[in-house]
């Protein structure tokens, strides 16, 4: 314990609790669509300072109001055609884990001075352990349970920010990390009474200074691809009412006022084709026209049918040849392409549960385009949050990410401008050009230094036509894939364990004195 500061810094738990709310509503404006990016680190560090002072149980009420504040802010888009149901759980489920993540927090906030009882073992030692806790949550709950949600994650508020050039270095968690520990450096130099004020505010500046000056990883161009990215503006949600072919149609439409363009590659978004074009005729006829017409492959997003399992594709076209290489969505969305436990979870919502008419089978195919030698990296919707598959393509020598989607079910909420911020980073962490093309929006191409070299209008037709780098860079981020998570989130629970132990040891120590 830090004598005469611990004390003085717990607020009453009401007033903590408040505070843990408001925290959670400033992080949120954190991300787009406000993006006021200097928010989150802020709400992190109010987050902490509601924790001191506080047991492993009130830690845990305080982690879930926080996280409830946030989630439930941050995912609203779920309710526009889904109703509440679904929000809610899922706001539910990820509080609990923010919840449980910050009570253990503040076990390692009221122990770790006593771990670490030197003014710089406790400046050094609890922001990284806090920092490592943070991170570890963020990890297990993006591919947990049924595959996780890799959404909100402290580094995705940051894809404009000055610090966005780190996830090259460090990738997503690593930024989380960085973020984490800078707050809780600085809640740590609040707490600090040993060490003489201007030194804190000299150590504050020097580790924000030390993070900005970190310089951008150096993207090698290898060649360059000229390219044509299509929006339909087709209203392609699942309560949409549309006559079949119509989404097709749009897609069709929009790419012949382009059709004179010399172009390498046209790619359509995800659910652009409403008609499996290898089950009918007329589809392919039209997507052979195009291709014929433009003179290069198309690469398609359509819902296949194949061996009685229906699957979430993306398709390699080329006229007269048909689908020369096909990508099956690996991560389809539970509770919303397939539903997990069907029989357990329908007698809580069974209205809502068999609105899931299909399951969509998880794919099997690597995430890789060879497009007459411009080798592309395919993520279909939320397989850009996804990791592991990007780093996938990445290894398997993807010079460009394509990144189809399709938001019309989240109509002009922030879901899409959330998930374009998460292509942003990810074209700076892989130092791969990003062209994230929805069926409605917002859809853009994103250069590996994070930069906007096109983008459309969201819900009106069109394309983007650009000549973009292509790279073979691996980045450090790309190098280590997930072992700077794995690194950082050893540390903390490593950390945690050590602080458990000792608070245990106080514990009984108090109880033989009474």
Same mark, same amino acid.
């Given at each position: 314990m830090i004598p005469g500061t611990e004390r003085r810094l717990a607020l009453p738990l009401p007033a903590a609790i408040l505070l843990a709310a408001v925290a959670g509503a400033i992080l949120d404006a954190g991300f787009p669509d406000r993006s006021w990016w200097i928010l989150a680190p802020i709400a992190v560090f109010l987050m902490l300072l509601t924790l001191l002072g506080r047991s492993l149980w009130s830690g845990l009420l305080i982690g879930m109001v926080s996280g409830s504040s946030f989630w439930l802010i941050h995912i609203s888009w779920l309710t526009l055609y889904l109703g509440p149901v679904p929000w809610l759980a899922l706001a539910g489920l990820q509080s609990i884990f923010f919840g449980i993540s910050l009570a253990l927090i503040g076990v390692v906030l009221q122990s770790g001075p006593r771990v670490w009882p030197s003014a710089w073992g406790r400046l050094g030692m609890v922001p990284v352990v806090v920092a490592g806790l943070w991170t570890a949550r963020e990890a297990i709950s993006s591919v947990w349970p049924y595959g996780g949600f890799a959404w909100g994650r402290l580094a995705i508020s940051q894809s404009e920010s000055p610090f966005n050039s780190l996830v090259a270095w460090v990738g997503m968690s690593g930024l989380s990390f960085l973020l984490v520990w800078l707050s809780a450096l600085c809640l740590q130099l609040v707490r600090e009474a040993s060490v003489r004020v201007p030194l804190r505010g000299g150590i504050a500046v020097a580790a924000c200074a030390f993070l900005l000056v970190v310089p951008a990883w150096?993207?090698?161009?290898? /060649?360059? #691809?000229?390219? #044509? %990215?299509?929006?339909? #503006?087709?209203?392609?949600? @699942?309560?949409?009412?549309?006559?079949?072919?119509?989404?097709?149609?749009? +897609?069709?439409?929009?790419?012949?006022?382009?059709?004179?363009?010399?172009?390498?590659?046209?790619?359509?978004?995800?659910?652009?084709?409403?008609?499996?074009?290898? *089950?009918?005729?007329?589809?392919?006829?039209n997507l052979d026209y195009l291709s014929r017409a433009m003179d290069v492959p198309?690469?398609?997003?359509?819902?296949?049918?194949?061996?009685?399992?229906?699957?979430?594709?993306?398709?390699?076209?080329?006229?007269?040849?048909?689908?020369?290489?096909?990508?099956?969505?690996? +991560?389809?969305?539970?509770? %919303?392409?397939?539903?997990?436990?069907?029989?357990?979870?329908?007698?809580?919502?069974?209205?809502?549960?068999?609105?899931?008419?299909?399951?969509?089978?998880?794919?099997?195919?690597?995430?890789?385009?060879?497009?007459?030698?411009?080798? =592309?990296g395919i993520a279909i919707c939320f397989d850009i949050a996804d990791d592991q598959l990007v780093n996938e393509m990445v290894d398997d020598q993807a010079e460009i990410i394509l990144a189809q989607t399709n938001n019309a079910d989240f109509g002009r909420t922030d879901e899409s401008v959330q998930q374009l911020a998460i292509a942003r980073?990810?074209?700076?962490?892989? /130092?791969?050009?990003?062209?994230?093309?929805?069926?409605?929006?917002?859809?853009?191409?994103?250069?590996?230094?994070? =930069?906007?070299?096109?983008?459309?209008?969201?819900?009106?037709? /069109?394309?983007?036509?650009?000549?973009?780098?292509?790279?073979?860079?691996?980045?450090? =981020?790309?190098?280590?894939?997930?072992?700077?998570?794995?690194?950082?989130?050893?540390?903390?629970?490593?950390?945690?364990?050590?602080?458990?132990?000792?608070?245990?040891?106080? *514990?009984?120590?108090?109880?033989?004195? @009474?």
């Open positions: 150096p993207t090698v161009q290898s /060649g360059q #691809a000229r390219l #044509a %990215a299509v929006q339909g #503006a087709s209203d392609a949600g @699942l309560f949409a009412r549309y006559s079949p072919g119509q989404i097709l149609s749009d +897609h069709t439409s929009a790419t012949l006022a382009v059709i004179d363009e010399d172009v390498d590659f046209v790619v359509w978004p995800e659910n652009a084709s409403d008609i499996d074009p290898l *089950r009918s005729l007329d589809a392919a006829r198309f690469v398609v997003g359509t819902i296949t049918e194949r061996e009685d399992k229906i699957y979430n594709s993306s398709l390699l076209w080329n006229s007269g040849e048909g689908a020369v290489d096909i990508y099956d969505k690996v +991560h389809p969305v539970p509770f %919303a392409e397939y539903m997990p436990d069907r029989a357990f979870w329908r007698p809580f919502a069974p209205e809502l549960i068999d609105l899931v008419a299909r399951d969509y089978a998880i794919g099997t195919r690597d995430n890789v385009f060879d497009i007459d030698g411009i080798m =592309a980073l990810r074209a700076i962490e892989t /130092g791969r050009t990003v062209v994230n093309i929805s069926t409605v929006g917002t859809s853009a191409i994103i250069t590996p230094d994070g =930069a906007t070299l096109d983008s459309l209008p969201t819900w009106l037709p /069109g394309a983007m036509v650009q000549t973009v780098p292509l790279s073979d860079t691996v980045t450090p =981020a790309m190098a280590a894939g997930r072992g700077i998570e794995w690194l950082v989130s050893g540390l903390g629970l490593a950390g945690l364990v050590l602080c458990s132990v000792n608070a245990l040891r106080a *514990r009984t120590d108090r109880a033989r004195r @009474l």
